[in-house]
């Protein structure tokens, strides 16, 4: 129905620019997730920890065996 291809569009849209703002930088990826989790209101400072937070679990994440993963045996940075 057309409320499902509406949310189907802003996920996907969002997935996208998450992608390439991580590509580029961190700083970047703050910028996006300020835009689409905070709607560009409130402390930048949240969006930014966010990010922080999203790249550092990634390169946790990126050095887990694919084995691990689909066992469910994924281990999350010790300092969060």
């Given at each position: 129905n057309k409320w499902?291809?509406?949310l189907e569009d802003i996920f996907f849209?969002?997935?996208?620019a998450y992608d390439l703002a991580i590509d580029k930088q961190a700083e970047d990826f703050a910028d996006v997730l300020y835009r689409n989790m905070y709607a560009d209101k409130g402390d930048k400072?949240?969006?930014q920890a966010l990010a922080r937070y999203t790249?550092?679990?990634?390169?946790?994440?990126?050095?887990t065996d694919t084995e691990?993963?689909?066992?469910g045996a994924v281990k999350f940075n010790?300092?969060?």
């Open positions: 499902l291809r509406q849209g969002a997935a996208k400072n949240y969006s790249v550092r679990e990634l390169v946790s994440l990126s050095m691990a993963v689909l066992r010790a300092d969060t």
